[in-house]
């Protein structure tokens, strides 16, 4: 007789990444290992390799369990019903709140995100490019109903992300971790009301 596996039991690939999580937290990116992840998950490390193919494959993997959901969470905001004004006040906004808790509440994993994105690294990219396509989207939707009077997209993605680059750019936000939480989240909001004004009304409306 065969045994099937409880559907609430997490799957070994599921486990692994649980307890990589748990190390990470426990003793850092450098000490933490296969070897001793494969120990606490109860498998040889041979058996992480299958799933895992390196270290930094697994970090990666860590990074991507709770980008994936700030991902999903922004395209929500972008295919709502909301006013493409509205949609990216509220995009810029999930997107600095998301970074700025996961700094403050996981200071380690949120650190594993800031380090790929000095180095460049592929996950970096992706999940970069993944943020400008949306708000991108929401960029072509406003030129596409009259509500942004900026015409070129390439300006207006530049205009949005000079001018929001200290708030949602996660290496800038690790910077401003002594800047108390309401000063961001005014300093923020300011610089977002900047950047919706500039597009619905025109750069030259709003000199820097």
């Known amino acids: 007789m065969s045994l099937r ?16 999580c748990a190390h990470l937290r426990a003793f850092g990116p450098r000490r933490t290992t296969i070897v001793g992840i494969a120990e606490a998950a109860g498998m040889s490390h041979a058996n992480v390799y299958r ?30 019903p909301d006013p493409a004004y509205d949609k990216l006040e509220r995009a810029l906004t999930a997107l600095q709140h998301a970074y700025r808790q996961k700094r403050d509440n996981d200071p380690v994993l949120f ?15 992706r999940h970069r490019n993944r943020v ?24 207006a993605m530049a205009l949005i992300f000079d ?12 910077l401003d971790r002594d800047i108390s939480p ?16 500039a597009l619905a009304y025109g750069e030259g409306d709003f000199d820097m």
């Open 163 to 174: 001018l929001a680059h200290r708030f949602v750019h996660p290496v800038s936000i690790a």
């Open 51 to 80: 799933y895992f193919p390196s270290k930094a494959a697994l970090f990666e993997a860590v990074t991507l369990l709770w980008l994936k959901p700030l991902e999903q969470q922004l395209h929500v905001i972008v295919q709502g």
């Open 5 to 20: 596996r409880d559907a609430n039991e997490p799957t070994p690939d599921q486990k692994i990444l649980e307890f990589a």
């Open 132 to 155: 400008q396509g949306e708000i991108q989207t929401i960029v072509e939707e406003g030129i596409a109903s009259g509500a942004f009077r900026i015409q070129d997209r390439r300006r």
């Open 111 to 125: 650190r594993l995100l800031c380090e790929a994105l000095e180095k460049g690294e592929g996950l970096a990219r």
């Open 182 to 197: 309401a000063d961001m989240d005014f300093r923020a909001g300011r610089a977002i009301g900047i950047i919706q004004r």
